[in-house]
């Protein structure tokens, strides 16, 4: 099969991506923009994070560059690197180079997973100097204004050992993000996952009284995203009792008694 | 070498006539050797082995008269003495070919006399009739001296049981204190009563009956009736066998924990106490305790962050709606918990007043 090479133009946004905006984030993640500064999202898994900054692409009318931060990935991997093309070798910008030289969004999802050695390319482009050093070329690259950086993590299931420095944190605007109030979810909900407005408003109930359990054993509450899915099983004529034992009580715990009294929070509902 | 056919076939001779004896008989006198060697080794084994060996030569001379004189003689020699039978059976062969024809006959009288010794005296045939009243008399009482020894054996085996059962006994004395101490107090009577009876038939079996007990009853798998018919059930294995017995009330045996199964009723709360905390602190918001009715002595009943509950549920036959029926209640406790129902305080009442005062206006007189 032919591997199509992406342009970064495939990288803009065409449609409206949805999002609820539930504060004023908004209006601070556009002043950030307007003052070139970088952004920090914080909040629990599948609360909105990637589809805000999806938005807010779309919004500015900036392409946007996602990296999903993982425990092997390299300065390297995010700047760039030598590679042998036939008897070439030649150099191959990373996704970070990429939204950099494009003027775009580069998201760093979970950025505190990377490896350490990550921070050294991400630190000057934070502060005003915003540049990025390509030490293997020995380049300098100015990132033009329409660059932002966007970093998110999660304090909920951070360790001691895997935190981001304070050095770090203190150069991003911070944006909490958190479950969203129940008429908001439900409308997510709905929205999302064409589900109706009782059976959305089922599933918000079950969710806040699941993430009730948060400090009994749960690391993290039922995410939004597990509410979008368990409606699109439902709305795919899934019967709900078992869409959400499938996307509710399976996926946050192995405990099988916290499953089992998930369940009949779920049975209460439906 | 064993004889094999015919009339010899059926002569249990073999161990004294060696195959080279045999052939030295013509064939047609053989199953008269076998039958003469029998005969006398029917009086002794070793004459008989002693004949077997000398006949051959004399049937060889198929000469019957001597052969007829020569068992004659061996049996008259060995009715006095077996000892001196066998050696007269040895010699005498070679006797008969001496020049002088009496001199066999001689010998045997005069082995006979040596043998015989003098007429027996007044005070050796009374020796020897005394003896004989005795030994008919030890004869007599030889079942009861029988008797006496099956008893001293019987009686040896109950002590070592009985010694067994002293150090069960012990062991189970110094077993059941910390046991009793993790009794709940309202398990007593029942348990109690119930060990007493094992341990009256078997303290081993006590020791394990008190173990499972604790755990059948603290844990409310059973309830009090239900123990003792457990118990009951127990003992008439261990009455039919101790070991099966005993493996039944360590909870080792199938059929004892069918028997817990079918007397199992309802669901304990024990068995699910922790998913009804979860269903609770998840409904509620709060971070509530199940507790079970029986540690009433040691909670507050109307606390404002745990739910009582029974510690059985028995409203139904099957666990599933035993369950629903907890869930209820637990439902029930945590909608008090989560709107305070028993947060109100006569303290508070002054400033209750006021508030929904404030809020819906004065209260009509």
């Known amino acids: 099969m032919a591997v199509k090479t992406q342009r970064m133009e495939d990288f803009r946004l065409e449609a409206e991506p949805y999002y609820l905006p539930l504060g004023n984030e908004v209006e601070l993640f556009q002043a950030a923009y307007a003052a070139h500064l970088p952004v920090m999202l914080k909040g629990p898994t599948g609360c909105g994070k990637t589809r805000f900054v999806e938005y807010m692409s779309w919004k500015l009318g900036r392409t946007l560059v996602t990296v999903g931060c993982h425990e092997d990935l390299t300065a390297s991997d995010l700047v760039g690197k030598y590679v042998l093309r036939g008897d070439e070798t030649v150099w191959q910008d990373g996704p970070l180079t990429t939204a950099v030289k494009a003027g775009g969004i580069a998201y760093l999802d979970e950025v505190v997973e990377a490896r350490k050695d990550t921070t050294v390319v991400i630190h000057p482009l934070t502060d005003d100097r915003r540049m990025l050093p390509l030490e293997k070329k020995g380049e300098v690259i100015k990132a033009p204004d329409e660059f932002m950086l966007v970093i998110s993590y999660n304090p909920g299931y951070q360790s001691v050992l895997k935190d981001l420095k304070h050095s770090t944190k203190q150069r991003f605007v911070a944006l909490d993000f958190d479950y969203p109030l129940p008429d908001a979810e439900e409308t997510i909900v709905m929205q999302e996952s064409g589900v109706d407005a009782e059976t959305a408003g089922k599933l918000v109930k079950i969710a806040a009284k699941v993430r009730n359990l948060r400090t009994h054993g749960l690391e993290e509450g039922v995410s939004t995203r597990l509410l979008v899915y368990a409606g699109q099983l439902i709305t795919g004529g899934v019967e709900p009792t078992v869409a959400c034992e499938a996307t509710i009580c399976r996926p946050i715990t192995d405990d099988l008694e916290m499953q089992r009294s998930i369940l009949e929070l779920v049975n209460t509902q439906f | ?365």
Do not use: C
């Not at chain 2, 069918?258 to 971070?287: I, N």
């Open chain 2, 1 to 365: 070498m064993s004889t094999q056919g015919g009339p010899a076939g059926n002569l249990n001779v073999g161990i004294y006539v060696g195959h080279e004896m045999l052939a030295a008989v013509p064939e047609d006198r053989r199953d008269d050797y076998l039958r003469m060697v029998k005969e006398i080794s029917d009086l002794k084994y070793q004459l008989g082995v002693e004949v077997a060996r000398q006949l051959p030569r004399l049937f060889e001379e198929r000469d019957d008269a001597a052969i007829e004189r020569y068992l004659d003689q061996v049996r008259e020699i060995a009715k006095i003495g077996w000892k001196s039978g066998v050696e007269v059976a040895r010699q005498l062969p070679d006797l008969y070919h001496a020049p002088d024809a009496t001199l066999a006959d001689a010998y045997v009288e005069i082995v006979a006399d040596a043998t015989m010794g003098a007429p027996e005296d007044d005070e050796t045939a009374g020796y020897a009739a005394e003896l004989d009243t005795l030994d008919q008399k030890l004869r007599a009482i030889e079942p009861m001296h029988q008797r006496q020894q099956e008893l001293k054996s019987l009686l040896a085996t109950r002590d070592r049981r009985d010694e067994r059962r002293r150090k069960n006994a012990q062991e189970l004395a110094a077993a059941l204190p910390p046991i009793l101490a993790r009794l709940r107090p309202r398990h007593r009577e029942v348990y109690l009563r119930a060990v007493r009876r094992v341990a009256a038939a078997d303290p081993e079996a006590a020791l394990e009956a008190a173990n499972t007990l604790l755990e059948v009853l603290n844990s409310e798998r059973l309830s009090h009736d239900g123990a003792a018919e457990w118990t009951r059930r127990g003992l008439e294995v261990l009455e039919k066998n101790r070991e099966v017995g005993r493996g039944y009330f360590r909870m080792g045996s199938k059929f004892s924990l069918q028997v817990l199964e079918e007397l199992r009723e309802g669901l304990a709360l024990r068995q699910v106490a922790r998913v009804l905390k979860l269903y609770a602190t998840a409904l509620s918001g709060r971070d509530v305790a199940v507790r079970g009715l029986d540690e009433m002595d040691t909670v507050d009943r109307f606390g404002p962050d745990h739910i009582i509950l029974p510690s059985d549920m028995r409203f139904f036959k099957d666990d599933d709606r035993n369950f629903t029926a907890y869930k209820v209640a637990a439902a029930h406790g945590a909608a008090r918990i989560e709107f305070g129902t028993y947060r109100f305080q006569l303290d508070d009442v002054p400033d209750t007043v006021a508030a929904l005062t404030d809020r819906y206006g004065m209260v009509p007189r």
